[in-house]
C-alpha cells in the first residue's frame, strides 16, 4: 500500500527557534504533497500545497516566510516552522497524492509544542 | 467555496447498535469522496474512498453511500464495537489528483461496551 512517514511525531522547541518537519513517501512517488495544521476538536486545515521541483502554493492567510516548504524530490517535502511562537503550537500533518493513487494517504502527524 | 458539513459532531452508543455518520457538501463538482478515521493524537487512516462516478462502496463492516447530487454522503457502521470509537473525517477532492482534500470538522463516536 501507499505509506507516508512523518517525523517527528513529536516535538518540543523555545520560542524563536526553528523546527524541521519531513514527509516521506516510502513505496510511491509523491509529485503532489500537502501540508495541514489541525488545532484541538477542529478539523484539518490546508496550509500549503508543494510540488517536486516547484515552489509551494499558500493558502490565504498563511505567512509563507514563517512555514518554509521544500519538496526537492519525489518522495519526500518538509515542513520548516521558522521563529516559532506559542501559537504555533498545534498538530501538523502532511498528505501526499501520488501519481498512479487514487485518495490520499496521510503521515502520523507531527504535535509542535512551543514553550 | 466547498463547505463539509458532518452530523453529529459526537455520538455515544452501546456495543453492537448499527449507526449513520452523516456529510454534506456544499459544491456538487467534486473529484471524489474519502472517509477517514483518526485516533486522538495520530493521523488518518483511509478507511474508503468513493469516486464521483460510484454510489457507494464497502469495506468489512463499513458502507458509504455517495449522492452527488444531493451533496450527501452517509458512513454506515454496523455492529458498533469499541474499538470504532475514534473521529471520522469526511473529505472532498474538487478535481484530479493535484488538488486538496476539505475536511468536515468530523464526528468522535464512543462505543461503550
Known amino acids: 500500500g501507499a505509506v507516508v512517514s512523518q517525523h517527528p511525531s513529536r516535538v518540543i522547541c523555545k520560542s524563536g527557534t526553528s523546527v524541521k518537519i519531513e514527509c516521506r513517501s516510502l513505496?510511491?512517488?509523491?509529485?503532489?504533497m500537502f501540508w495541514y495544521r489541525q488545532f484541538p476538536k477542529q478539523s484539518l486545515m490546508l496550509m500549503a500545497t508543494?510540488?517536486?521541483?516547484?515552489?509551494?502554493?499558500?493558502e490565504q492567510g498563511v505567512e509563507k516566510d514563517k512555514f518554509l516548504i521544500n519538496h526537492a524530490s519525489l518522495t519526500l517535502s518538509t515542513l520548516t516552522v521558522t521563529s516559532a511562537h506559542p501559537e504555533d503550537s498545534s498538530f501538523y500533518i502532511c498528505?501526499?497524492?501520488?501519481?498512479?493513487?487514487?485518495?490520499?494517504?496521510f503521515g502520523s502527524g507531527t504535535r509542535l509544542t512551543v514553550v | 467555496k466547498q463547505e463539509v458539513t458532518q452530523i453529529p459532531a459526537a455520538l455515544s452508543v452501546p456495543e453492537g447498535e448499527n449507526l449513520v455518520l452523516n456529510c454534506s457538501f456544499t459544491?456538487?463538482?467534486?473529484?471524489?469522496l474519502q472517509w477517514f478515521r483518526q485516533d486522538p493524537g495520530k493521523g488518518l487512516t483511509s478507511l474508503l474512498l468513493?469516486?464521483?462516478?460510484?454510489r457507494e462502496q464497502t469495506s468489512g463492516r463499513l458502507n458509504a453511500s455517495l449522492d452527488k447530487s444531493s451533496g450527501r454522503s452517509t458512513l454506515y457502521i454496523a455492529a458498533s464495537q469499541p474499538g470504532d470509537s475514534a473521529t471520522y473525517l469526511c473529505?472532498?477532492?474538487?478535481?484530479?489528483?493535484?488538488?486538496?482534500?476539505?475536511f468536515g470538522k468530523g464526528t468522535t463516536l464512543s462505543v461503550s461496551s
Open positions: 459544491d456538487s463538482a467534486i473529484y471524489n
Open positions: 508543494s510540488n517536486e521541483g516547484s515552489k509551494a502554493t499558500y
Open positions: 468513493i469516486q464521483s462516478s460510484q
Open positions: 473529505a472532498v477532492s474538487l478535481n484530479q489528483a493535484g488538488t486538496a482534500l476539505i
Open positions: 498528505s501526499a497524492n501520488g501519481r498512479a493513487l487514487y485518495g490520499y494517504t
Open positions: 513505496d510511491f512517488q509523491a509529485t503532489t
